[in-house]
């Protein structure tokens, strides 16, 4: 693999990670939305390199399907609902900017030393591309646990699965069924988030989830 | 083909009775349906006895099968060796007692279909344990055994005290299974080996043997009910249909020496010289425990419930004692242990499930348990009168019957202590027989006080004035019981004879051959020592008992006489005024309850001017229970609380509880080197 391949494909890996941290400093919706966007272009971007670089025509698909659902359907999708639902004045944080970046980075440095310690044997670019797919999904995960609204939280789930489609095409040799899969899995999980978010809403006028545990009439 | 014949006659036993058992969901109903089950259990179980037996006696080689079932790598081993060709014996001799038993018995059985489903299928589990070759089958045989018998124990689950048995009993198997979990696991090594024979072939490390052993003693002593995890034992056997408690109480305990026989004895390796310390200590505490517990009950099934505690301590003793002398090489005197508590095992299933049938044939007469509302019935069952008395007399250790036999070999085992070169050994084996003599002297009072109390003097209530004699088959098993204890009294040296190559197996050396003596005496170590003939024991004591007879009969009066019982020359027409089995029992209560058991006696007297009777009222507590079992409950219950508000979080607590696990989980992988 020639220098300029790895750079790429490092450089590429490494927005994503960036653009993570963007996502959770966004707190309006509509930002928020825009940079997950972002995330998902530049995902497709990797895919699609990865795919030159491994002379993996199958990889375009892939490539063409985050672009599809990811990059275009899926926001375009959230926005109306927010347009619906009217929400895109809110302001979503329950933990201060500040601390939560100083935690993604923490997380980061956490995901670099586990994965160069545990993949040492093997392809330093599968190696280096996997520390930051594991990255990008504790980034993902830090943002579901850090939000109250479900529009954030599906962002967020959105993104820790971006993570995961990097790092199994990181890997050589994956077939495109398993993909294919996760990709309509990806668009099943949204399709019933979806649905909830408006049924949540009919009967507790918000899509905070805090409301929910209000609701569940149980004992707190 | 002829080799592995035994084996397969008992595995095709088995599965004729799990069969049976899915046969009798479908007939529970039916007017024969008890009949059906219960003659089938007779058949397979007098098949498979008659195998087991030619087995043992012709000292056939061992015989193996593995089967294509249960885990895909591993399959099920199951063996017939000397030792499961004795307890299968021993299983299916009191399987079949209790089959026959059952058919006079089954007959007032209010809720069979509750019933006779689990039943074939307790005693197939029971098989199963005794001739499982790998830890798998092992492990799920005893659960099968120990969840169909919790079946049997709810069958009446309408009363309370049944519901709170059969619970404390679910908790207390488990936990006994998790701890021969562990012992097969460390068994089994890393490795992962998990049949016997690899286990026979690779023993364990010192340490790894003696963890096994205590393992092996808390699982294998949880069902078997030593002191202090005997608590759920007094509690689910009385709970159970009488023939089942009988099976309970003594073929299912005997299940449990087997599985405590089978790890400690072969598969952990050469014992350690203090793993016998541990056994002798628990088993002594046990022993005398089980008879005090015993002394204090007024309901006849638990009381026997509590013997079997006392019973089981015996056997241990004996097993303890083989254990010191196997480990310092001394392989005749362990041998001679070793019998000793293979024949208990073999004489309590005999007596213990005669005295449940007689508790179930009184219970079925009169519908009482409690000793209070019993007396008299000498009369009106005479002839259950009689082979109860034999089963007491034989628990009781007395000569000429089996328990003496065997209790007498212990102690002749005890009386070689002093042999042994620790002086750990050489103080604790003599406290320990002191034990053993002391229980076997309560056991006697105890014994005195239920059979006199039951039988003797005058009905105490209407219930037991019109009880009847109970049916035919109830009576045939029960007969053939007492029999048993009589044959095995007067002649030990044939069953002494027969435990030989259980003993080669076990310990590598056996016991002096008995039938070549004169009088078939019995001579454990040599004639100089000690020798017993029980049947010139018998012989004299039915020619003197005879020979009392005639004279009182000639010089006396010819004639019966009835006169009042235990009048004290006051004849009193209220049957209250006899001796009861609380106040039979006071003395003893006074002298060993007052601390064990903190027992206070308070007289509760009307105020003056109220006209009813004034009442003894006797507080027992049980201080294994309220200090030991109390705390733990109440601890865990307490965790539970704390832990139950886990069920209540927010959906971002639960992802955050799930991340933050992850984060941990890394964080380790990251620190680890």
Known sequence: MSKIDFDVAHLLAGSLVLISFLELYQDRLYSLLNVYTLHALTLAASVAWQAFVQDAPHLYITAVIALTFKAIVIPVALHRIIVKLGIHRQIDKVVGSGSTMLAGMGLVALSMVVMLRVTQEADPLAREDLAFALSVILLGLLMMVTRHNAVSQVVGFMSLENGLVLAATGAKGMPLVVEISIAFSVLIAFIVIGIFLFRIRERFDTVDVQALDRFRGERR | MTLTMTLMVALCGAAILLALAALAVTLAHAAAASRIVYGACIIVAAVSLVAAAADLLGAAPPQTLTLPLGVPWLGAHFRLDALSAFFLLVVDLGALAASVFALGYGEHETAPQRVLPFYPAFLAGMTLVVLADDAFTFLTSWEFMSLTSWALVVSHHRVPDNVRAGYVYLIMASFGTLALLLAFGLLAGPAGLYTFAAMRAAPPTTTLGALAMILALIGAGSKAGIVPLHVWLPLAHPAAPSHVSALMSGVMTKVAVYGFV????????????????VVLALAGVTTVMGVLYALMQHDLKRLLAYHTVENIGIIFIGLGLALAFKAHGMPFAAALAFTAALFHVFNHSLFKSLLFFGAGAILTATGERDMEHLGGLIHRMPQTAFVFLVGCVAISALPPLNGF????????????????????????????GALLALSAALAAACFVKAYGVTFLGRPRTPAAERARETDRYSLGAMMLLAGLCLLAGILPGLFIDALAPVNLAMIGARMPAQLGTQWLSIVPIAASR????????????????????????????????????????????????????????????????????????????????????????????????????????????????????????????????????????????????
């Not at chain 2, 089978?262 to 310390?277: H, N, T």
């Open chain 2, 530 to 673: 000690s020798s017993y003939d029980g049947l010139l024991v018998f012989v004299f004591i039915i020619m003197s008992g005879s020979l009392a007879a005639m004279a009182i009969h000639r010089l006396a009066s010819a004639r019966l006489r009835r006169a009042p019982a235990w009048d004290c020359g006051y004849p009193d027409p209220s049957p209250a005024t006899q001796y009861t089995a609380m106040s039979f029992a006071q003395p003893i209560r006074r002298v060993f309850g007052t601390t064990l058991f903190r027992a206070r006696e308070t007289v509760d007297m009307p105020p003056p001017g109220d006209t009813r009777a004034a009442r003894l009222v006797v507080d027992l507590h049980d201080l294994i229970w309220d200090y030991i079992y109390a705390p733990l409950a109440a601890g865990i219950s307490a965790i539970a609380e704390r832990l139950n508000r886990l069920q209540f979080l927010t959906i971002r607590q639960f992802l955050s509880l799930v991340f933050g696990a992850l984060v941990i989980l890394l964080l380790v992988l990251a620190i680890w080197s």
């Open chain 2, 405 to 432: 036999a065997s209790e007498w070999l212990t102690f002749q085992a005890i009386l070689l202590s002093p042999q042994l070169p620790s002086w750990g050994l050489k103080i604790l084996v003599p406290a320990v």
């Open chain 2, 262 to 277: 089978r790890i400690v004895f072969e598969l952990s390796g050469d014992p350690a010289w203090w793993w016998s310390i």
